[in-house]
């Protein structure tokens, strides 16, 4: 079955470290993007991609990077500049141009900073 | 791009019909409007999507006004599952806070 898988589903990292999030979709969606979402809040756009080798950055991209060396992967890395990094992190693919179904989102991973 | 805006919160008995409003004021002619529901912890679950003409499928109905300016999603019989964060979008990038929508035995 299609669909777009994100690992870990939970992850805890020390201050001061980098962390990596992955994202993998098998849709043959050309687009791809990072949201944060922290408790009682809705979704924030960190950085998205519509093709490959490019991306943009989002409402609150500063202490995140991201690559897209490949359609099907857009990894997600959490600097140790991101001042406060534990949150949901969600990853989400769909096509980018007329109708479709928008978004196919990941089951999500929780990151924390202990 | 537009924006949309839509009520925090809002109850639903369960057995009747759920009536979601949103308001997308700014929304260009070829831009789609989209519903998504969130189960915490969950990611976002796409539920229907529409331009100009009303829409209905297995899990909602979708009604949209003539000058496309706000729609509405009916959940026509809500039950306790369906109890989540509604989130109405018209433009990919851009996600408000949702509606929070809480069914009632």
């Known amino acids: 079955d299609g669909g777009i898988t994100q690992s870990p589903k939970y992850l805890f990292r020390k201050e001061g470290q980098n962390v990596t999030l992955s994202c993998e979709q098998n849709?043959?969606?050309?687009?791809m993007y990072w949201y944060r979402q922290d408790p009682g809040q809705g979704l924030r756009l960190i950085y998205y991609?519509?093709?490959?080798?490019?991306?943009q950055k989002g409402d609150i991209a500063e202490g995140y990077s991201v690559s897209r060396e490949k359609k099907e992967s857009f990894p997600l890395t959490v600097t140790s500049a991101q001042k406060n990094p534990t949150a949901f992190y969600l990853c989400?693919?769909?096509?980018?141009?007329?109708?479709?179904?928008?978004?196919?989102f990941g089951s999500g991973t929780r990151l924390t900073v202990v | 791009d537009a924006k949309t805006t839509q009520p925090p919160s809002m109850d639903c008995a369960e057995g009747r019909a759920a009536n979601l409003p949103c308001n997308h004021s700014?929304?260009?002619?070829?831009?789609?409007v989209y519903w998504y529901r969130q189960i915490h912890s969950q990611g976002p679950q796409y539920i229907i999507h529409?331009?100009?003409n009303n829409e209905t499928n297995e899990m909602a109905s979708l009604i949209i006004t003539e000058d496309r300016k706000s729609s509405t999603l009916i959940l026509p019989h809500a039950t306790l599952r369906d109890t989540a964060v509604y989130y109405c979008?018209?433009?990919?990038?851009?996600f408000g806070a949702g509606t929070t929508v809480t069914v009632r035995a």
């Open positions: 989400a693919s769909s096509l980018t141009g007329g109708e479709d179904y928008g978004y196919t």
């Open positions: 849709l043959n969606h050309d687009a």
């Open positions: 991609s519509q093709i490959v080798n490019d991306f």
């Open positions: 700014t929304i260009s002619g070829n831009e789609y």
């Open positions: 529409g331009l100009k």
């Open positions: 979008i018209a433009d990919k990038l851009s």
